[in-house]
Nanobody, 116 residues
Framework: QVQLVESGGGLVQPGGSLRLSCAAS?????????VNWFRQAPGKQRELVAT???????EYQDSVAGRFTISRDNARNALYLQMNNLKPEDTAVYYC?????????WGRGTQVTVSS
């Protein structure tokens, strides 16, 4: 059974940084998957934050572009999100996702709270 497990969330002050990790297990050919970070804030819909395609293209939501960096390590079946200059509006549960039709795998999420 494929599992995605996020880690690295926590409480950080505005302007601070966090690095989220996502470890994928029992997944075949992780390198061909499109991998994504989503987030969901209280009372809001889940939204796409960043994408890393299998051929190295990265895309970001406008609100995080220039502050967040998505990366992957296919040898380790891992996905990362470096988050810098965090803002209170970045507070949310962050989820990693691996998609290759028809497979669509999700982690359980990690809480990120940005507050002074």
């Amino acid at each position: 059974q494929v599992q995605l497990v996020e880690s690295g969330g926590g409480l950080v002050q505005p302007g601070g940084s966090l690095r989220l990790s996502c470890a994928a297990s029992n997944i075949d050919k992780f390198s061909v998957y499109r991998v994504n970070w989503f987030r969901q804030a209280p009372g809001k819909q889940r939204e796409l934050v960043a994408t890393h395609t299998n051929n190295g293209i990265t895309e970001y939501q406008d609100s995080v572009a220039g502050r967040f960096t998505i990366s992957r390590d296919n040898a380790r079946n891992a996905l990362y999100l470096q988050m810098n200059n965090l803002k209170p509006e970045d507070t949310a549960v962050y989820y990693c996702n691996a998609f290759l039709y028809p497979n669509d795998y999700w982690g359980r999420g990690t809480q990120v709270t940005v507050s002074s």
